[in-house]
Protein backbone atom coordinates (compact mmCIF):
# COMPACT_ATOMS: atom_id res chain seq x y z
CA UNK A 1 0.00 0.00 0.00
CA UNK A 2 1.36 3.39 -0.64
CA UNK A 3 1.61 6.39 1.72
CA UNK A 4 -0.73 8.35 -0.64
CA UNK A 5 -3.38 5.64 0.11
CA UNK A 6 -2.69 4.92 3.49
CA UNK A 7 -3.10 9.23 3.97
CA UNK A 8 -6.10 9.04 2.27
CA UNK A 9 -7.89 6.17 3.86
CA UNK A 10 -6.96 8.09 7.45
CA UNK A 11 -8.24 11.24 6.09
CA UNK A 12 -11.73 9.78 4.84
CA UNK A 13 -11.73 7.61 8.68
CA UNK A 14 -11.18 10.96 10.09
CA UNK A 15 -14.03 12.78 8.61
CA UNK A 16 -16.29 10.14 9.69
CA UNK A 17 -15.10 10.13 13.14
CA UNK A 18 -15.70 14.59 13.20
CA UNK A 19 -19.30 14.15 11.12
CA UNK A 20 -21.57 15.31 13.76
CA UNK A 21 -24.77 12.87 14.47
CA UNK A 22 -27.93 14.53 13.60
CA UNK A 23 -31.06 13.71 16.20
CA UNK A 24 -32.19 10.68 13.78
CA UNK A 25 -29.25 9.05 14.76
CA UNK A 26 -29.06 9.56 18.26
CA UNK A 27 -32.94 8.64 18.84
CA UNK A 28 -32.01 5.28 16.82
CA UNK A 29 -29.14 4.59 18.85
CA UNK A 30 -31.11 5.83 21.97
CA UNK A 31 -34.38 4.35 21.50
CA UNK A 32 -34.08 1.34 23.95
CA UNK A 33 -32.99 4.18 26.95
CA UNK A 34 -36.90 5.02 27.14
CA UNK A 35 -35.78 8.53 26.33
CA UNK A 36 -39.38 11.41 26.02
CA UNK A 37 -37.65 13.74 24.00
CA UNK A 38 -33.98 14.33 22.47
CA UNK A 39 -33.99 18.02 21.05
CA UNK A 40 -30.74 19.07 19.01
CA UNK A 41 -29.79 22.89 20.90
CA UNK A 42 -28.34 25.39 18.70
CA UNK A 43 -25.10 25.25 20.14
CA UNK A 44 -25.35 21.89 18.04
CA UNK A 45 -25.17 19.69 21.39
CA UNK A 46 -28.29 17.59 22.18
CA UNK A 47 -30.69 17.46 25.46
CA UNK A 48 -32.51 14.37 26.30
CA UNK A 49 -35.56 14.41 28.50
CA UNK A 50 -36.40 11.53 30.98
CA UNK A 51 -39.63 12.01 32.39
CA UNK A 52 -41.34 10.96 35.29
CA UNK A 53 -44.38 11.25 37.91
CA UNK A 54 -42.47 9.33 40.88
CA UNK A 55 -38.63 9.27 40.59
CA UNK A 56 -38.58 5.59 41.78
CA UNK A 57 -35.34 6.28 43.49
CA UNK A 58 -33.98 7.39 40.20
CA UNK A 59 -31.43 9.97 40.04
CA UNK A 60 -29.68 12.06 37.21
CA UNK A 61 -26.02 10.60 37.70
CA UNK A 62 -28.42 7.19 36.20
CA UNK A 63 -29.48 8.95 33.40
CA UNK A 64 -26.10 10.54 32.70
CA UNK A 65 -24.92 6.77 32.80
CA UNK A 66 -27.46 5.72 30.64
CA UNK A 67 -26.45 8.52 28.04
CA UNK A 68 -22.43 7.39 28.35
CA UNK A 69 -24.08 3.89 27.85
CA UNK A 70 -26.02 4.22 24.75
CA UNK A 71 -23.62 6.28 23.49
CA UNK A 72 -19.85 5.79 24.53
CA UNK A 73 -18.20 9.11 22.43
CA UNK A 74 -20.54 11.24 24.08
CA UNK A 75 -19.12 13.98 26.39
CA UNK A 76 -22.10 15.33 29.07
CA UNK A 77 -22.35 18.43 29.29
CA UNK A 78 -24.50 19.79 32.21
CA UNK A 79 -27.34 17.19 33.49
CA UNK A 80 -30.55 18.25 35.98
CA UNK A 81 -34.01 17.13 37.37
CA UNK A 82 -36.68 19.16 37.16
CA UNK A 83 -39.76 19.06 39.30
CA UNK A 84 -42.73 20.70 38.29
CA UNK A 85 -46.68 19.62 39.58
CA UNK A 86 -48.58 17.46 37.25
CA UNK A 87 -50.01 19.12 33.99
CA UNK A 88 -52.18 16.65 32.12
CA UNK A 89 -50.68 17.03 28.20
CA UNK A 90 -48.40 19.38 29.14
CA UNK A 91 -45.30 19.11 26.74
CA UNK A 92 -42.22 17.41 28.48
CA UNK A 93 -40.15 20.54 29.16
CA UNK A 94 -43.42 21.63 31.58
CA UNK A 95 -43.97 18.20 33.35
CA UNK A 96 -41.33 16.75 35.75
CA UNK A 97 -38.13 15.57 34.10
CA UNK A 98 -34.33 14.44 34.38
CA UNK A 99 -32.74 15.96 31.57
CA UNK A 100 -28.75 15.54 30.29
CA UNK A 101 -27.21 17.89 27.90
CA UNK A 102 -24.46 16.29 25.68
CA UNK A 103 -22.25 16.55 22.94
CA UNK A 104 -22.14 13.64 20.57
Known amino acids: MKKSELKQIIREEYKKVLKEMTIKQVEEAMSDARVNKISKLRNGNFKAYFGYHYTNSQTVEQKEELVKKYLPNAEIIDSGDNW ?6 APIQ ?7 EFKA
Not at 84 to 89: D, E, L, Q
Open 84 to 89: APFKGG
Open 94 to 100: RQSHFWV
